[in-house]
């Protein structure tokens, strides 16, 4: 701590140079920060989903509907505790560039499933009682302007027309990977408005006891392998993992993009601060001159890099997470649950000091080394 | 007067390590930039390829993919005898009344995992409707057969799809009896059957949409308000080649905008790190510039010579880059379309235009880099220079 001053003069000498040194490591290490957490937020949604929920859609593909008549008989089925039913309906709003989930949904049983969707009471009871009602998430309302109570009209795609729902009720979600920009209206009235067909898109299913999932899943697959629409079901992880699949190679893309990054930046860093450290052999030869030992120089030198390396670190990954958790991003509906995690915070850090040996050890070396004649010569 | 160009050479070369660091940053930054640029190419081209000019897609008013449409088989007749349809050599009306749905397959590299593929069921004319097609092996699917043709993407990405083997799916199997490529469409991420054999096995007596050859290319406008037009069909028509290409845009969207963000704040650090390395090069050579001034070189020159000396650098670096980034070229890799739902099939796609760009990034680069110091190398009042 003695030393203090002189490290901070150190810094001081040249601001501008320190300034950009300190701006690039937090530029790198918040563009590391933003590419990781794609990479994580996708793996965590893949892992994500309760264990008592399974997903019971038709072994065709998902674009195929179920008949609403498997109600019944999965409810009937022994380890099975609650069963519910959505379709998606892929309707636009506007110009149709903001995408988002509209579900029809057994209203009662839908919200029963999920209690991770929190509505007030009284929202809830407006939204069962009434039949062209809807209920949209926090952010989606955010997102169009909605107000509670208004009327808003959707373009049908998949059901073609206008569909017409009032909102009452706005839910908030209490576990941040439920996306909560989604529109939930009355399975029924979609029933009604197309001809009543009977169908559901997929059901999903509450089991009492998380470890009979596989059992109940065969079950449930081998109660209807002979009909017309032969199931296939999985626990909810199961599920979302497919989906999380989808992305293809993103993942590695974002990572290989994120090494490089980091690699590059932290390429031109070293660089300027080990041409900086060599400006100051005279210095250093001076300070050797009056009696400082080599050990002190050595540390000296280590101190400035870490301090440049860590202040960038803490601004460029603090950033991020600030940032991100500040304007509540989700990657318009996509990437819910995006949040700088733990381990990508560590992880940079980890770089950081990476970096401050790369960059500091070879100064510091050849500052404790230095031959003090020699190095004099030149201040005279 | 200009300082000739060897001074900066020799002096580069005085410094060989922090001049190769420096260049090697501008080349990873370049490389980043071609790499996901190519990605975003890649794939729009993959989509923009997949429709023609000369042809016109139909699908049930308001639907705004594929997936979401539904035509009746007495609309499908309807187009198909309509005169802005054209004629084939056999004399029926080139036009393909589709099934299109996806399909979950097992993926090869991870069999626990699915990639939902589209099937589509065609009618023997979209194999002349559809421009590019070309069967690499085996021959095409016979009428009133469970035979399938697959696209040349999927073949090392799923299992089952050599010519000989049978796939299954929709509770049947079906010989694979051809490999078609499409001109490097997204057609070619697909498994093509007959749209009768398909219909009962899948959604019933709808087709998804219709595909025709425009009689006159130019008279697709009067196609599209005379078919709109027509009170016995509700449908939206487009040009193949919009239409493949709207879907596209979405994801292309994304791309491109991660592609400009990514590298715009990695030019950002880049550009910083060579401020500092310019700076510290001007500064270590404070008596040298004295000594230049004092020989009569403007001001004007020493910052000519130092911003020369940056771009240089840079170009090398640009260079580099551009040899790091070409082994991507070519690289297939798959993700979903998120407007269709469907895997899709591309690969990066380097041209000579983005190498172009991304040298002059570099240079940018570079110049803007070398900038300050060099501004700061020609102002420096000459004794001061030559005191350090």
């Given at each position: 701590m003695?030393?203090?001053?002189?490290?901070?003069?150190?810094?001081?000498?040249?601001?501008?140079?320190?300034?950009?040194?300190?701006?690039?490591?937090?530029?790198?290490?918040?563009?590391?920060?933003?590419?990781?957490?794609?990479?994580?937020?996708?793996?965590?949604?893949?892992?994500?989903?309760?264990a008592?929920?399974?997903?019971?859609?038709?072994?065709?593909?998902?674009?195929?509907?179920?008949?609403?008549?498997?109600?019944?008989?999965?409810?009937?089925?022994?380890?099975?505790?609650?069963?519910?039913?959505?379709?998606?309906?892929?309707?636009?709003?506007?110009?149709?560039?903001?995408?988002?989930?509209?579900?029809?949904?057994?209203?009662?049983?839908?919200?029963?499933?999920?209690?991770?969707?929190?509505?007030?009471?009284?929202?809830?009871?407006?939204?069962?009682?009434?039949?062209?009602?809807?209920?949209?998430g926090?952010r989606?309302?955010?997102?169009?302007?909605?107000?509670?109570?208004?009327?808003?009209?959707?373009q049908?795609?998949?059901?073609?027309?206008?569909?017409?729902?009032?909102?009452?009720?706005?839910y908030?979600?209490?576990?941040?990977?439920?996306?909560?920009?989604?529109?939930?209206?009355?399975?029924?009235?979609?029933?009604?408005?197309?001809?009543?067909?009977?169908?559901?898109?997929?059901?999903?299913?509450?089991?009492v006891?998380?470890?009979?999932?596989?059992?109940?899943?065969?079950?449930?697959?081998?109660?209807?392998?002979?009909?017309?629409?032969?199931t296939?079901?999985?626990?909810e992880?199961?599920?979302?993992?497919?989906f999380?699949?989808?992305?293809?190679?993103?993942?590695?893309?974002?990572?290989?993009?994120?090494?490089?990054?980091?690699?590059?930046?932290?390429?031109?860093?070293a660089?300027?601060?080990?041409?900086?450290?060599?400006?100051?052999?005279?210095?250093?030869?001076?300070?050797?001159?009056?009696?400082?030992p080599?050990?002190?120089l050595?540390?000296?030198?280590?101190?400035?890099?870490?301090?440049?390396?860590?202040?960038?670190?803490?601004?460029?990954?603090?950033?991020?997470?600030?940032?991100?958790?500040?304007?509540?991003?989700?990657?318009?509906?996509?990437?819910?649950?995006?949040?700088?995690s733990?381990?990508?915070?560590?992880?940079?850090?980890?770089?950081?000091?990476l970096?401050?040996?790369?960059s500091?050890?070879?100064p510091?070396?050849?500052?404790?080394?230095?031959?003090?004649?020699?190095?004099?010569?030149?201040?005279? | 007067?200009?300082?000739?160009?060897i001074?900066?050479?020799?002096?580069?070369?005085?410094?060989?390590?922090?001049?190769?660091?420096?260049a090697?940053?501008?080349?990873l930054?370049?490389?980043?930039?071609?790499?996901?640029?190519?990605l975003?190419?890649?794939?729009?081209?993959?989509?923009?390829?997949?429709?023609?000019e000369?042809?016109?897609?139909?699908?049930?008013?308001?639907?705004?993919?594929?997936?979401?449409?539904g035509?009746?088989r007495?609309?499908?007749?309807?187009?198909?005898?309509?005169?802005?349809?054209?004629?084939?050599?056999?004399?029926?009306?080139?036009?393909?009344?589709?099934?299109?749905?996806?399909?979950?397959?097992?993926?090869?590299?991870?069999?626990?995992?699915?990639?939902?593929?589209?099937?589509?069921?065609?009618?023997?004319?979209?194999?002349?409707?559809r421009?590019?097609?070309?069967?690499?092996?085996?021959?095409?699917?016979?009428?009133?057969?469970?035979?399938?043709?697959?696209?040349?993407r999927?073949?090392?990405?799923?299992?089952?799809?050599?010519?000989?083997?049978?796939?299954?799916?929709?509770?049947r199997d079906?010989?694979?009896?051809?490999?078609?490529?499409?001109?490097?469409?997204?057609?070619?991420?697909?498994?093509?059957?007959?749209?009768?054999?398909?219909?009962?096995?899948?959604?019933?007596?709808?087709?998804?949409?219709i595909?025709?050859?425009?009689?006159?290319?130019?008279?697709?406008?009067?196609?599209?308000?005379?078919l709109?037009?027509?009170?016995?069909?509700?449908?939206?028509?487009y040009?193949?080649?919009?239409?493949y290409?709207?879907?596209?845009?979405?994801?292309?969207?994304?791309?491109?905008?991660?592609?400009?963000?990514?590298?715009?704040?990695?030019?950002v650090?880049?550009?910083?790190?060579?401020?500092?390395?310019?700076?510290?090069?001007?500064?270590?050579?404070?008596?040298?510039?004295?000594?230049?001034?004092?020989?009569?070189?403007?001001?004007?020159?020493?910052?000519?010579?130092?911003?020369?000396?940056?771009?240089?650098i840079?170009?090398?670096?640009?260079?580099?880059?551009?040899?790091?980034?070409?082994?991507?070229?070519?690289?297939?890799?798959?993700?979903?379309?998120?407007?269709?739902?469907?895997?899709?099939?591309?690969?990066?796609?380097?041209?000579?235009g983005?190498?172009?760009?991304?040298?002059?990034?570099?240079?940018?680069?570079?110049?803007v880099?070398?900038?300050f110091?060099?501004?700061?190398?020609?102002?420096?009042?000459?004794?001061e220079?030559?005191?350090?």
């Open positions: 003695r030393y203090a001053r002189l490290v901070l003069a150190n810094l001081g000498r040249h601001k501008r140079r320190t300034f950009l040194t300190i701006t690039s490591v937090a530029l790198a290490l918040f563009l590391f920060a933003s590419l990781r957490t794609v990479v994580t937020t996708i793996g965590a949604y893949g892992q994500w989903g309760s008592r929920r399974l997903v019971t859609s038709n072994a065709t593909g998902i674009v195929f509907v179920l008949p609403l008549a498997y109600a019944n008989r999965l409810r009937a089925l022994p380890g099975v505790e609650a069963v519910s039913w959505a379709n998606w309906i892929g309707a636009r709003y506007g110009d149709g560039k903001r995408f988002f989930a509209n579900f029809a949904v057994d209203p009662e049983s839908y919200l029963d499933m999920y209690p991770e969707m929190v509505l007030p009471p009284d929202q809830k009871e407006a939204f069962l009682r009434e039949r062209t009602s809807a209920i949209v926090v989606l309302l955010d997102v169009f302007g909605w107000r509670l109570g208004q009327n808003v009209t959707l049908g795609t998949i059901f073609p027309g206008d569909w017409t729902f009032t909102i009452r009720g706005v908030t979600v209490s576990d941040p990977l439920i996306n909560d920009d989604m529109l939930l209206f009355h399975h029924d009235f979609l029933d009604e408005r197309i001809g009543r067909p009977g169908i559901a898109g997929w059901y999903v299913l509450r089991i006891d998380p470890n009979q999932a596989a059992e109940v899943a065969k079950a449930v697959d081998d109660l209807f392998r002979n009909s017309s629409a032969p296939k079901t999985g626990t992880q199961q599920f979302n993992s497919t999380a699949t989808m992305w293809g190679n993103v993942g590695l893309l974002m990572n290989t993009i994120g090494l490089a990054v980091v690699f590059a930046i932290l390429l031109v860093t660089n300027a601060m080990m041409m900086s450290a060599r400006e100051r052999t005279s210095e250093i030869a001076v300070l050797k001159t009056i009696g400082f080599d050990r002190t050595f540390g000296l030198v280590m101190v400035e890099a870490g301090l440049i390396t860590l202040t960038g670190a803490l601004i460029g990954l603090g950033g991020a997470k600030v940032l991100y958790r500040a304007t509540n991003f989700n990657a318009a509906g996509f990437l819910p649950g995006f949040d700088v733990p381990g990508t915070l560590v992880t940079g850090f980890g770089i950081a000091l970096l401050m040996l790369a500091g050890l070879v510091a070396m050849q500052a404790a080394r230095l031959p003090v004649i020699q190095a004099l010569r030149r201040v005279i | 007067m200009k300082i000739p160009i001074y900066n050479v020799r002096s580069v070369l005085q410094r060989p390590v922090s001049t190769a660091l420096t090697l940053g501008v080349a930054v370049v490389a980043v930039f071609i790499g996901t640029l190519a975003a190419n890649g794939f729009r081209a993959a989509l923009a390829r997949t429709g023609s000369r042809n016109a897609l139909v699908l049930r008013r308001g639907a705004d993919s594929e997936l979401s449409s035509l009746a007495e609309t499908a007749s309807i187009i198909a005898a309509s005169p802005h349809v054209a004629v084939g050599t056999d004399g029926r009306p080139l036009v393909s009344p589709e099934v299109y749905v996806l399909i979950p397959l097992n993926r090869i590299a991870d069999t626990s995992q699915v990639g939902n593929v589209v099937a589509r069921g065609v009618s023997e004319q979209a194999w002349s409707v421009a590019n097609l070309e069967v690499l092996q085996g021959r095409r699917p016979e009428s009133g057969r469970s035979e399938v043709c697959v696209g040349r999927l073949v090392d990405r799923f299992p089952n799809m050599r010519v000989g083997d049978k796939l299954r799916f929709a509770g079906w010989d694979v009896v051809c490999h078609f490529s499409a001109g490097g469409s997204s057609f070619e991420s697909e498994v093509w059957g007959e749209n009768e054999q398909f219909m009962p096995v899948f959604r019933g007596q709808v087709f998804q949409s595909t025709f050859r425009l009689a006159d290319p130019g008279a697709f406008e009067e196609a599209k308000r005379v709109e037009g027509d009170r016995r069909v509700t449908v939206d028509v040009r193949e080649s919009a239409f290409v709207q879907q596209s845009q979405l994801l292309d969207r994304i791309l491109r905008i991660l592609a400009i963000l990514i590298t715009g704040i990695m030019a650090g880049a550009v910083f790190g060579a401020v500092n390395t310019m700076y510290a090069a001007v500064a270590s050579r404070g008596p040298e510039i004295g000594v230049l001034l004092t020989l009569g070189f403007r001001p004007r020159s020493v910052l000519a010579s130092f911003l020369a000396e940056s771009a240089v840079a170009v090398i670096g640009g260079l580099i880059g551009c040899v790091l980034a070409l082994p991507v070229n070519g690289i297939v890799t798959s993700t979903t379309n998120w407007a269709s739902f469907s895997e899709v099939a591309f690969s990066f796609r380097i041209t000579p983005l190498l172009l760009a991304g040298l002059v990034f570099a240079v940018v680069m570079g110049v880099g070398g900038f110091p060099a501004r700061r190398a020609a102002r420096q009042p000459v004794v220079a030559l005191r350090e």
